[in-house]
C-alpha cells in the first residue's frame, strides 16, 4: 500500500529553526497535511498544502513541497519550548476519505 | 460546537472482560474514524463510517466492532478484551468528500490498559 515516512526524533535548541521530513509514495495524492500531537491530547491540523503549490507560509510555519522527489517539509522558525510534541504527516487523494499517516517525528526543544 | 469528544478519558480493563468507547460529534460530519496509536507505530486505522448505517474495516479490525447507528456517534466496542489492545484509541471525522481539504477533527483520546 501506500506509505508515509518520517524521522522519529528531532531535537533542536530554543530559538533554532526546525525542520521535519516526510517523504511519501502515493502520486495521486492532492492535499498532504502536517498534525501536532502534544502530550496526552488528540492531533490537532497545522498547517497543509495542495499538491499544486510548492510553497505555504503561515506565520512561523513554512511548508515546502517537492511533488518531483515525493518530500515534504515544515519548517518551524524560532522554536520554542512550547513546539515540542508529535508531528505527524498525512497524505490523501482527492478520492479517498481515507488518509495516510506518518508514524509521527517527536521534536524536543531544549535551552 | 464541543466538536469531537470520547468517552471514557480513561478505563482499565481485565482480560477477557468487555466495553464500549463512544465517540460523539456535533458538526454533522458523514465520515467518522477510530484509530489506536501505540509508540511508534503511529496511527493505525481500526473502522470507519462513511455514513449513517455504515462501517468498513480498516488497517487492524481484528478484535474489535463498530457501529453507527446515528450520524452524530461512532461506537467502538471490544468483545474479549486482550493486553495486546492496550493503547491509546482516537477519533476523528471529517464534513465529508468535497468540502474544501477535509482535514481529521480528532478527539482528546481513550487510554485503555487492559491487565
Known amino acids: 500500500g501506500e506509505d508515509v515516512e518520517q524521522s522519529l526524533f528531532l531535537s533542536v535548541r530554543e530559538g533554532d529553526s526546525s525542520v521535519i521530513n516526510c517523504t511519501y509514495t502515493?502520486?495521486?495524492?492532492?492535499?498532504l497535511y502536517w498534525y501536532k500531537q502534544e502530550p496526552g491530547a488528540g492531533l490537532q491540523l497545522l498547517t497543509y498544502?495542495?499538491?499544486?503549490?510548492d510553497m505555504k507560509q503561515d506565520q512561523r510555519l513554512t511548508v515546502l513541497l517537492n511533488k518531483k522527489d515525493k518530500h515534504l517539509s515544515l519548517r518551524i522558525a524560532d522554536t520554542q519550548t512550547g513546539d515540542s510534541a508529535i508531528y505527524f504527516c498525512?497524505?490523501?487523494?482527492?478520492?479517498?476519505?481515507?488518509?495516510?499517516f506518518g508514524r509521527g517525528t517527536s521534536l524536543i526543544v531544549h535551552p | 460546537n464541543a466538536g469531537v469528544t470520547q468517552t471514557p478519558k480513561f478505563r482499565v480493563l481485565k482480560t477477557g472482560q468487555s466495553m464500549t468507547l463512544l465517540c460523539a460529534q456535533d458538526m454533522n460530519h458523514e465520515y467518522m474514524y477510530w484509530y489506536r496509536q501505540d509508540p511508534g507505530m503511529g496511527l493505525r486505522l481500526i473502522h470507519y463510517?462513511?455514513?449513517?448505517?455504515?462501517?468498513a474495516k480498516g488497517e487492524v479490525p481484528d478484535g474489535y466492532n463498530v457501529s453507527r447507528l446515528k450520524k452524530q456517534n461512532f461506537l467502538l466496542g471490544l468483545e474479549s478484551a486482550a493486553p495486546s489492545q492496550t493503547s491509546v484509541y482516537f477519533c476523528?471525522?471529517?464534513?465529508?468528500?468535497?468540502?474544501?481539504?477535509?482535514?481529521?477533527?480528532f478527539g482528546p483520546g481513550t487510554r485503555l490498559t487492559v491487565l
Open positions: 502515493d502520486s495521486s495524492s492532492t492535499y
Open positions: 463510517s462513511v455514513g449513517e448505517g455504515t462501517t
Open positions: 498544502i495542495f499538491s499544486n503549490m
Open positions: 498525512a497524505d490523501r487523494s482527492g478520492g479517498s476519505y481515507i488518509p495516510t
Open positions: 476523528a471525522s471529517i464534513p465529508g468528500l468535497g468540502f474544501g481539504t477535509d482535514t481529521q477533527y
